[in-house]
Each structure stands twice: as structure tokens, then as C-alpha cells.
């Protein structure tokens, strides 16, 4: 076996878990300490994704942590994701995964349309379109990767599309827990819709719950809002065959691609650890087995923990000065992408509120 491959992922991981637990220090010293509460009302997440982004932009990261980082932000963050199916209670992610599916396609099929009109205003390049398309509907980075071969995208349009799905995904991320709280009036089931629909990425959807859950103590919303964007990530298998359709229409050439390839397998891992949940509860809480419990609340722990590092990992990986390379048009599709996206979400959540929940 070749170890010197996973040798060099330790100093980037290393790193990312002190970043955590610098958050989480620095959040019990203000919340703890100085503000006397008993349990710091401040999120460790959005401490460690600021000061990732504070200490990556200011400091060069060296090479050998980077191999690390994006092993990080990638495959401990699907591990985190996995570890959150430990919350869901029997039958409550079929329940959730019945509202969230029609309102997934309202939202994506909206915005895909907002976003045709928009690009027709102001021009950028076709395939840029494509790719910030595919990132705002489905799975930011994720899905723009998948994307990006199929159309034969440049790297500088790659890049461009990523910069602009981190920046606006970040800002949502930061800025929804704590407007949907109060739009939605603190209803858990609402707040995890909207944040499971409206926000990029998966870390991005999982940390606004992780942020809401430290904020206003409400682990209902972190499950149903990372129940909301899996099922939303499994779109991808729908979107890319679309989008190659869309644009090889025309052309003597077609592009391939491969569902098994796009297929994102950490849904399937995260649905194990419900139905883990569920034979557990059944097998051993009828005792109360303090081992199971205590085996429940261990694994909840460690899926906050390596949320907390992926989002140090993206952090310190968000390089600004791309994104202010970017040019004031994609950057405007971008903005535009991320209102609608959350205004689509709102006004459909509140139309739907009558049939579906």
C-alpha cells in the first residue's frame, strides 16, 4: 500500500481541525466567558469560515497544506454530511423529502429562466451562462465540475463560475439563518426548506443549518435543510444531460458524459446512517441503552466537527482576489441568480404552505 498519499493530506487537515478548535475556543471565551451564557448563542461554523477566509487572504497557504485542505472541504465534509443522517428520527426524511421535492423544481426551473432572460441582457460568454446555471440550481462546485467538461468549458470560465457560485454562496450562507428566523418566524420546517433550496453548495447549506442550530437550538432545521439540498444534489443527474443537450443542440459535434460518474454517492451513504438511526432506535431504545444514546450523541458531535473543519478548509481556500477579478458582469448574473433563487424559494414555500405542509 502506498501511504505517502495519505502522508500528505495530514499537515491540511491538521490545520483545519486547529482552526476549529481556535472557533470554538475564541466562541466559548465570547459566549461563555464574557457574554455569561451557559451555551455560546454564536456560531463556531461562521467564526471558522471567517477566519479562514481572514487568515487565507492575508497569509500565503503553503503547498503542503493544500493537498490537505481540499481533502478537507471535499471528502470530510461528505463524512460530516453522512454523520448528520444520525439526527433524523424514523420516517422524517421521507416526510421531508415529499414537501421538498416539488418545491426543488419550482425553484429550479424558475431560475433557470431568470437566468436565459438575464444573459440575453448582458453578455457573457454562452458557456459561463451554463456553468453559473448549473451551480446556482443544483450543487454550486459540484455541479460546475460535472458541467465543465461536457461543454467544453475554458479554465479562466471554470474559475470565474466557481469565484462567483463561493461569493454569493458564502454571503447567502452568512446572511439566510438569520433573515429566515425572522421571516419565517422561527417555524423549523419553513426555515430548513428555504435554506435547503435557496443557498449553492452542500458546506453551504449545512453550515446556515449548523449556524441556525447554535443560533436558535434547532436541530430540526440542520436535518431538514440538508435533507432539502440532497435530494436537490440528486438533480445533477437530470441537469447535465439537459444542459449537454441544450447546448450541443445544433452542433455536428455532441459531448459524453456519465451519470455514474455525476452521481453524488454521499446521499447514499447519508441515507444508510438514517436507516442506522432507525434500526438502532428500534433495536435498543425500548431498554434505553445508555451505549446507543451515547453512541448517537458521539456521532452528532463528530459530524458538527468536521463541518466546522470543511468550512475552515473552504475558508482559507477562498481567494478573494479571483473573485474581484471577476468583472462586474458574471458577478451580476451571480447576484441575480442568488435573489431569485431565495425569492423563488419564499414565494413558493408560501404558496405551498397550503398543500404540502
Not at 99 to 106: E, F, T
Amino acid at each position: 500500500m502506498n501511504y505517502k498519499k495519505y502522508l500528505v493530506l495530514i499537515p491540511g487537515i491538521i490545520l483545519a481541525f486547529v482552526l476549529y478548535t481556535l472557533s470554538q475556543g475564541i466562541n466559548n471565551i465570547i459566549g461563555i466567558e464574557l457574554m455569561g451564557y451557559s451555551k455560546s448563542p454564536i456560531s463556531t461554523a461562521m467564526i471558522a469560515i471567517l477566519f479562514g477566509i481572514l487568515f487565507g487572504n492575508i497569509f500565503q497557504i503553503r503547498e503542503i497544506f493544500l493537498k490537505g485542505l481540499d481533502f478537507t472541504q471535499t471528502n470530510i465534509l461528505k463524512l460530516g454530511i453522512i454523520c448528520l443522517g444520525i439526527q433524523l428520527k424514523p420516517f422524517e426524511f421521507l416526510e421531508f423529502g415529499k414537501v421538498a421535492i416539488p418545491l426543488i423544481i419550482i425553484c429550479i426551473v424558475s431560475v433557470l429562466l431568470i437566468i436565459k432572460i438575464v444573459t440575453k441582457k448582458i453578455k457573457i460568454p454562452t458557456r459561463m451562462a451554463y456553468l453559473i446555471s448549473v451551480g446556482s440550481t443544483v450543487c454550486g462546485t459540484t455541479a460546475i465540475m460535472a458541467m465543465a467538461p461536457v461543454i467544453k468549458a475554458k479554465k479562466n470560465e471554470v474559475s470565474y463560475a466557481i469565484a462567483n457560485i463561493t461569493l454569493f454562496g458564502i454571503l447567502s450562507m452568512l446572511i439566510y439563518p438569520y433573515f429566515a428566523n425572522y421571516y419565517f418566524n422561527g417555524d423549523s420546517l419553513l426555515i430548513g426548506l428555504f435554506l435547503g433550496t435557496s443557498i449553492h453548495e452542500t458546506a453551504q447549506v449545512a453550515a446556515a443549518g449548523l449556524i441556525y442550530d447554535q443560533q436558535f437550538g434547532s436541530p430540526e432545521t440542520l436535518n431538514i435543510s440538508t435533507v432539502t439540498k440532497l435530494i436537490r444534489n440528486t438533480f445533477l443527474i437530470i441537469m447535465i444531460p439537459l444542459f449537454a443537450y441544450l447546448y450541443s443542440r445544433g452542433q455536428i459535434e455532441k459531448r459524453s458524459y456519465s451519470i455514474i460518474s455525476i452521481f453524488p454517492y454521499f446521499v447514499l451513504g447519508f441515507v444508510a446512517m438514517v436507516i442506522f438511526r432507525n434500526l438502532g432506535d428500534y433495536a435498543f431504545l425500548i431498554n434505553q441503552n445508555e451505549i446507543w444514546l451515547n453512541t448517537v450523541e458521539n456521532i452528532k458531535f463528530l459530524s458538527k466537527i468536521f463541518l466546522t473543519m470543511a468550512m475552515a478548509a473552504i475558508g482559507l481556500s477562498t481567494n478573494l482576489r479571483d473573485i474581484k477579478n471577476m468583472g462586474y458582469k458574471p458577478f451580476l448574473v451571480g447576484f441575480v441568480a442568488m435573489a431569485t433563487v431565495g425569492l423563488i424559494s419564499i414565494i413558493t414555500i408560501e404558496i405551498s404552505i397550503n398543500f404540502f405542509i
